[in-house]
């Protein structure tokens, strides 16, 4: 999508739902008003969630994919391990029933936004307006939107957690990696 859709044009921000794993097990708490651990128990069961799930609910998957797509959009290299990143696991059921109460919800977004000192950039919980299209970004689905200076803002969503979707996404990786091999012979 940024490659594709934004040719041409200057990237301002890129900023999204970059977890599935971490979407759900928020939509889980939000939608039942069960805690963090219940819900993290429930999407191991399900799949969603590795049996160590750190990587998901620290935020560092998020991160990751949060430096590949700001490198995508602002060009050049970003380290990693400069990125805030802040994950969900300290996130409590009072904590969701509270941004409900602000008519908000809590999703984990990865922000990254070009600056006159340059990227802003990381990864925590936000609580955002029910109005809002993250609030709407449930389950194992990701959302990504990129805003450009002279294009309307674009989004990409899908699903974004579990063997189906993680199969899917290495099958078009390697499909994409044979294609720049063919073109680069």
């Not at 708490?29 to 651990?37: A, C, K, L, P, V």
């Not at 300290?90 to 990254?112: F, K, M, P």
């Not at 990864?123 to 993250?134: A, D, E, G, K």
């Not at 389950?139 to 450009?148: R, T, W, Y």
Request: charged fraction near 25%; aromatic fraction near 4%.
């Amino acid at each position: 999508m940024i490659h594709e859709s934004t040719a041409g044009e200057r990237l301002r921000a890129v900023h999204g739902i970059l977890s599935g794993t971490s979407n759900y097990i928020l939509t889980q708490m939000e939608s039942r008003g069960i805690e963090f651990q219940v819900a993290l128990e429930e999407a191991q069961k399900a799949g969603y969630a590795e049996a160590d799930p750190s990587f998901d609910i620290d935020g560092l998957d998020a991160r990751d994919k949060l430096c590949i797509l700001a490198r995508m959009a602002f060009g050049g290299r970003l380290q990693v391990s400069m990125i805030p990143t802040y994950g969900i696991r300290q996130v409590r059921a009072i904590d969701v029933h509270s941004a409900n109460r602000l008519d908000s919800t809590i999703r984990l977004v990865g922000s990254a936004e070009a600056s006159q000192s340059g990227i802003e950039i990381s990864v925590r919980p936000w609580i955002v307006s029910r109005r809002s299209m993250l609030a709407k970004v449930e389950g194992v689905n990701k959302q990504c939107f990129c805003s450009a200076t002279r294009l309307a803002c674009r989004c990409s969503n899908g699903r974004g957690a579990g063997g189906d979707a993680t199969g899917a996404a290495v099958v078009s990786d390697l499909i994409e990696s044979h294609r720049t091999l063919q073109r680069d012979r």
